[in-house]
């Protein structure tokens, strides 16, 4: 069976759905994905960006759907697809090329206390628990925290200030990294997600807030804290083995000492400098 998965989204987003798509690997799977996540898919058997594949175009526009988006969506014996659910026109429009398209909601509702990555486990009927996981080859660990301090909404971050704090006060030496968009003078920037994921997996540890990127980072086994009060961790939370999260009722009500007495236990070691 030749089978296509379709998945728009932020990155966080995106990696929650991956245990799903994962599970509904077929003989051949194809993935649509926005272009940031295409270098780190790694259970398909072909990786397309979804601006490449004209998808956007359908239901949209009067003409017809280009002749290779017709092509290739007739090659598919199944289409399970997390884009467009909430738009009859294009659904009318996807299953004119081709009558095997399912369609699953891509986010949680308001109302659902389950972890997105059950959410979406559950429409594919795979096993709940499972955790995102993005392979790495092992190397040595730089003895570094990473820190990323932004996010996708400014609601979500902590106080750059108390970042800054932060990493005064840890013996272990600090990189900061940021997106393209983020104001931070001495961060890193990467343009490919998997130089980025393989930059963070050699690192001791990782902070960072309520974004994609702490959910990447937990992917990649790192040992991660994440800060989190806009959102329910509940639903939102990474998922790893070595998570930490730390919750405040406010983003500005989080202590530099609570993301301290995270990171002891995390780690089962003292990280604070005597400085």
Known sequence: MRRLLVRPGAIGDCLTCFPAMEYLRTDYTEVWIPSALVSIVQFADRVRALPDTGLDLLGVVESDPPGSLTKMLASFDSIVSWYGSNRPEFREAALRLNGNWRFFPALPGAGDAIHAIDFFA????????????????????????????FSGSRRKNWPLRQFE????????????????????????????????????????????NDSGIAHLAAAAGVPTIALFSASDPRVWAPRGKNVALVHGVSMEAIEVDDVLRAISRLLDADLTSDF
């Open 165 to 208: 704090e932060l990493a005064r006060r840890l013996k272990l030496p600090v990189e900061w990294t940021a997106g393209p968009e983020d104001e931070l003078a001495q961060a890193r920037r990467f343009n490919d997600l998997r130089l980025l994921v393989e930059w963070i997996a050699g690192a001791r540890l990782f902070i960072g």
């Open 122 to 149: 559950r429409q594919a009927g795979a096993p709940t628990g499972l955790a995102p996981r993005i392979e790495i080859p092992k190397g040595p660990v730089r003895d570094e925290v990473i820190i990323h301090p």
